[in-house]
């Protein structure tokens, strides 16, 4: 199960399910057990509950409905601004808190004769009329912005995939990969098409989309528009479509015109949840960036269940959606034991009829709080919930974000855990893309990502069942276990009898389960109380009360920890105190705590830089423990915080950094400790404070320097004193490894940003790329050559760009063989750009160093091995299913199938050496391979490694991609290829997986 959201608190975190239906009278966009193309529900008679609950809401929105908003007069092909639901997603990227968060996988299962031509036309079309799915994403100065580009064909990736139907089924893998590889919200696009064929007549399609472009309510409008266009296509007559709605720029206009009467809204909306705290069940997620790994728990309901549901709610004027909710507000209230609780759901902006043809992302964020004090019965409690829901559904335009800044430092609780980390939804089975003249059948695909802290959901059907899925760094698999228990008996006890007070019905309090750390602790006699308090840069701090005549000390405390916790979960220290200093809600006291509040930084550092710039942005100057929070900040505010300090003192910084960091003096210690270290390396690499780089001999510059080939470079020249020039994106330019580089903003879509980097430098080496957009890697390479003026120019090239070549062993610079891959071919297009450039009188020589995979500890690298050319058997494994691996041809073909890789590092030392004198591979095409591995080697590492039962499944029909007999020399860079320590295939497999 897979769902989106947006922040809910100013910082990553917790809002947007997708998937909507109709809740309460309003289109509420709920969370969907599996990504689907139709979410329209089945008709069905409508209750009583549900025409009261509609008539109310109808009466309060005539009563408090604003007059509807000219629709602004804007070129259509002009920048226009970012919705608030877009502006949120976009920040999640800003905060590098996106990658597959927010993906919109659709796949299904097409069987009978598909015209793979006509789809493609199809879904081209389908971009021409839905301009939002064509749009990117990027800014003026600090200011977000949409821009529409023109129509061009959609590629339709197509991928034999006849092995599928066997044993060794790799389609889910291959399913996986594709639908988790995130977006470049600035270079575009957010749409993708990868089609699977298992047979003549047998499809898999998967359309993969950012949410930043859809909602649960455009997915039935796309699926529509596409079957049409595809009929058109294929039986070549021109397409009947009913008149598409306003354009998505169009709405994000009216909305932002709207501004100052939806944030006048919002004051009242912050007013009601004054004094609202999160759920206390969810642990708090120390800072930075979040796995979010999600755990499902699944447990089933009657038929019978779900009709006695529904009939409660008619009898009480709700629907089954307020039914389900008042059930999860009862059972959390049981488990949390707390009265006052807030609540999370989704609603739709398309009541509007113009807008329900408008394809984007149009769902907001409802703050549902509602107390449950006196021990109501049931029947009261969905009465309260009822009237909450309605409350908030009545002012379903007034953007969360908006309320937010409201909050400021109270949409979080003491431990940093946002408000809104706990949603409800009714969500109903995915439903296939239908094509006409197929036959269509939902493939679910879950991608493991949890959006929420806490999410608890009933799927309607013909098996229907209730669900809770979790993020597991927020909660623990046996309480969220315990919680489902408690959620699907409450839902069986108040479908037969409503009456009974909360305290009747099944449930169990199970908020304070114990850290694994407490747990251990406090298992010995010895010990009276125990607690720990996350680190957000490290182990957590462990203190415990002890007592009795021998009472153990805090290393030998710790010491016994080792027995019963895995080395990654163990405490820094166990500091042993008298009595444990708590807070009123039972969380310990960091402040009391010894060494639990860093030490307040000395008044070093920019701060007087830092306090102006928060004073412009918030209205104010704070003094230098002010909170960002407190004063009004949040997300938007952060990330522009953050680049006018990068503007006014040149050093890195994040509106994640601004995020954590939370006050003046605590961000300027953060400045002038990044000073120190970037000093500290110029000391190192013999630079200068406030030379240029035209006085620094020997800079080169560096493209994808916080990619994981980059990162390793970067190192390699940093270590050899090279003075670096490093490329990067604003957002990335606080990562440690940049620490003493010069830092050159820009990125390969921005052509003049390419120009400006490489103006003045001694050397260029090249190792960015999208990997998938081979235009702006074309475009990108012609501007950097174009600046070039001299000095050593090595391109990071592919084996990939030999293409299939007809022998097994492949001689360094050898001809191509065909076929070779769109990404091959992008490579070969570069190489050509640069010799030709090269053979300029005034240019200085290229060397193009074609490269295998590239394994190595950086997370990046780490991604890739899960995502990228292996993903498919990583995940086989991952899953327990079997590995299909190539088995040896017959006739004297070629008997060995595998992988050339080179270790991060070893291809780190071959490019300095381009850039090194002397340079013995100047104006050469040369490889770098650390190493050949079986494919039958690599999977069983792999499967010994992740502890998988996976067999390993020899086939001749196994993946063609596999099929790799070639042995690549590399000769020449011999020397700096030779592995040091750590640096053979399983050690460093061992670290990417661990």
């Known amino acids: 199960m897979n769902a989106t959201e947006h922040p809910a608190d100013g910082q990553p975190a917790d809002g947007y399910p997708i998937d909507g239906q109709p809740a309460d009278g309003q289109p509420v966009d709920g969370q969907a057990t599996t990504p689907r193309t139709d979410t329209t529900p089945s008709p069905a008679p409508q209750a009583a509950g549900d025409q009261a609950d509609q008539a109310d809401l109808l009466r309060r929105a005539r009563r408090n409905r604003p007059a509807a908003a000219p629709r602004p007069a804007a070129p259509e092909d002009g920048p226009a601004p970012l919705s608030h639901a877009q502006q949120r997603m976009w920040l999640m990227e800003h905060l590098g808190q996106g990658g597959a968060l927010y993906n919109v996988p659709l796949a299904t299962r097409l069987r009978g004769p598909l015209d793979p031509a006509a789809l493609a036309t199809a879904l081209t079309g389908l971009t021409e009329r839905h301009a939002v799915l064509r749009t990117r994403y990027g800014s003026h100065g600090d200011q977000p912005h949409q821009q529409t580009d023109p129509v061009t064909p959609v590629p339709l990736r197509?991928?034999?995939?006849?092995?599928?139907?066997?044993?060794?089924?790799?389609?889910?893998?291959?399913?996986?990969?594709?639908?988790?590889?995130?977006?470049?919200?600035?270079?575009?696009?957010?749409?993708?098409?990868?089609?699977?064929?298992?047979?003549?007549?047998?499809?898999?399609?998967?359309?993969?989309?950012?949410?930043?472009?859809?909602?649960?309510?455009?997915?039935?409008?796309?699926?529509?528009?596409?079957?049409?266009?595809?009929?058109?296509?294929?039986?070549?007559?021109?397409?009947?479509?009913?008149?598409?709605?306003?354009?998505?720029?169009?709405?994000?206009?009216?909305?932002r015109a709207r501004d100052a009467e939806l944030t006048a809204a919002a004051d009242a909306r912050a007013a009601r949840l004054a004094g609202a705290r999160p759920l206390p069940l969810l642990r708090p997620v120390p800072a930075g960036a979040r796995e979010r790994r999600a755990a499902l728990h699944t447990a089933p309901l009657t038929p019978a269940t779900v009709e006695g549901l529904r009939r409660l709610g008619a009898r009480h004027g709700a629907t089954l959606f307020a039914v389900v909710l008042a059930a999860a507000f009862a059972t959390l209230a049981t488990a949390a034991g707390r009265t006052d609780l807030t609540l999370g759901c989704a609603s739709g902006q398309r009541l509007r009829p113009e807008l329900r043809r408008t394809v984007g992302l149009g769902v907001n964020t409802l703050a549902v709080r509602t107390d449950l004090a006196g021990d109501p019965t049931f029947t009261d409690t969905l009465g309260l919930v009822r009237a909450a829901l309605l409350d908030a559904q009545q002012h379903h335009e007034v953007p969360f974000d908006l309320v937010v800044e409201r909050l400021g430092s109270a949409a979080r609780g003491a431990d940093g855990t946002p408000l809104l980390s706990v949603s409800c939804d009714l969500v109903h089975p995915a439903e296939p893309l239908t094509l006409p003249g197929l036959t269509s059948e939902n493939v679910e695909l879950d991608?493991?990502?949890?959006?929420?802290?806490?999410?608890?959901?009933?799927?309607?059907?013909?098996?229907?069942?209730?669900?809770?899925?979790?993020?597991?760094?927020?909660?623990?698999?046996?309480?969220?276990?315990?919680?489902?228990?408690?959620?699907?008996?409450?839902?069986?006890?108040?479908?037969?009898?409503?009456?009974?007070?909360?305290?009747?019905?099944?449930?169990?309090?199970?908020?304070?389960?114990?850290?694994?750390?407490v747990s251990a602790l406090t298992a010995d006699p010895r010990v009276v109380d125990a607690a720990v308090v996350e680190a957000a840069d490290g182990p957590p701090l462990a203190y415990a009360v002890v007592r009795g005549p021998v009472a153990p000390t805090g290393s030998e405390l710790r010491a016994a920890l080792r027995r019963h916790l895995a080395p990654g979960r163990l405490p820094h220290a166990v500091t042993l105190v008298d009595a444990l200093p708590r807070l009123p809600d039972g969380t310990p006291d960091r402040g009391r705590l010894p060494g639990a509040t860093p030490a307040a930084p000395d008044a070093r550092g920019p701060l007087d830089t830092v306090r102006t710039a928060f004073g412009e942005l918030l209205g104010t100057t704070p003094g230098a423990d002010g909170d960002?929070?407190?004063?009004?900040?949040?997300?938007?505010?952060?990330?522009?915080?953050?680049?006018?300090?990068?503007?006014?003192?040149?050093?890195?910084?994040?509106?994640?950094?601004?995020?954590?960091?939370?006050?003046?003096?605590?961000?300027?210690?953060?400045?002038?400790?990044?000073?120190?270290?970037?000093?500290?390396?110029?000391?190192?690499?013999?630079?200068?404070?406030?030379?240029?780089?035209?006085?620094?001999?020997?800079?080169?510059?560096?493209?994808?320097?916080?990619?994981?080939?980059?990162?390793?470079?970067?190192?390699?020249?940093?270590?050899?004193?090279?003075?670096?020039?490093?490329?990067?994106?604003?957002?990335?330019?606080?990562?440690?490894?940049l620490h003493g580089a010069e830092l050159a903003e820009g990125d390969l879509a921005d052509a003049d940003s390419l120009r400006r980097a490489v103006e003045g430098v001694d050397a260029v080496i090249h190792a960015a790329c999208t990997f998938t957009e081979h235009a702006v890697d074309l475009a990108a390479m012609r501007a950097l050559v174009e600046g070039w003026r001299g000095g050593p120019f090595v391109f990071v090239s592919s084996i990939d760009a030999y293409g299939r070549p007809a022998g097994t062993d492949v001689a360094e610079g050898g001809p191509t063989g065909e076929p070779v891959s769109p990404y091959g071919q992008a490579k070969l297009d570069c190489e050509r750009i640069l010799f030709e450039a090269a053979a300029a009188p005034d240019r200085g020589p290229a060397t193009v160093v074609r490269a295998p995979i590239v394994w190595g500890p950086h997370q990046r690298l780490r991604d890739q091995l899960r995502w990228g050319s292996t993903g498919a058997l990583y995940q086989a494994a991952l899953a327990g299913r079997p590995i299909t691996l190539p088995t040896p041809a017959p006739d004297g073909r070629p008997g060995w199938y595998g992988a050339s890789w080179v270790h991060a590092a070893a291809l780190a030392r071959a490019l300095a050496a381009c850039v090194g004198e002397p340079n013995p591979v100047a104006g050469r095409i040369v490889n770098a391979v650390s190493g050949h591995v079986s494919w039958t080697d690599f999977g069983t590492e792999l499967v010994r490694l992740l502890g998988s039962a996976s067999p390993l499944d020899l086939r001749p029909d196994a993946d063609p991609e596999l099929r790799r007999p070639w042995h690549y020399r590399a000769e020449a860079l011999s020397a700096a290829l030779t592995p040091e320590p750590g640096e053979d295939w399983r050690s460093v497999l061992a670290a990417m997986v661990g």
């Open 158 to 255: 197509t991928v034999d995939a006849t092995w599928e139907d066997g044993a060794g089924n790799n389609a889910p893998a291959l399913l996986a990969a594709e639908a988790a590889r995130p977006f470049d919200l600035a270079a575009g696009p957010v749409l993708r098409a990868l089609l699977l064929r298992h047979g003549p007549q047998d499809h898999t399609l998967l359309l993969t989309i950012h949410h930043i472009a859809v909602d649960g309510g455009s997915l039935p409008v796309l699926a529509a528009d596409l079957a049409a266009l595809y009929a058109a296509a294929r039986d070549g007559h021109d397409p009947r479509l009913p008149q598409p709605g306003p354009t998505y720029a169009e709405y994000a206009r009216g909305e």
């Open 447 to 517: 991608l493991g990502l949890a959006k929420f802290g806490l999410a608890l959901l009933v799927e309607e059907g013909p098996q229907p069942r209730c669900l809770v899925q979790h993020d597991r760094d927020a909660l623990d698999e046996a309480t969220a276990g315990r919680l489902l228990d408690a959620f699907a008996r409450l839902l069986g006890a108040v479908a037969e009898d409503a009456d009974r007070p909360l305290s009747a019905l099944p449930g169990a309090l199970l908020a304070g389960a114990p850290h694994p750390v």
């Open 628 to 737: 960002f929070f407190a004063l009004g900040g949040h997300s938007l505010v952060a990330v522009q915080l953050a680049e006018r300090l990068r503007t006014r003192t040149g050093l890195p910084l994040t509106g994640l950094d601004v995020l954590e960091q939370r006050t003046p003096r605590a961000l300027a210690a953060l400045l002038a400790t990044r000073e120190d270290e970037r000093r500290a390396a110029r000391a190192r690499t013999g630079a200068r404070p406030g030379a240029s780089a035209r006085s620094r001999a020997g800079t080169v510059l560096l493209t994808g320097a916080t990619g994981g080939v980059g990162a390793a470079v970067l190192q390699e020249l940093m270590a050899q004193g090279r003075p670096v020039r490093a490329l990067v994106r604003p957002e990335s330019a606080h990562l440690p490894a």
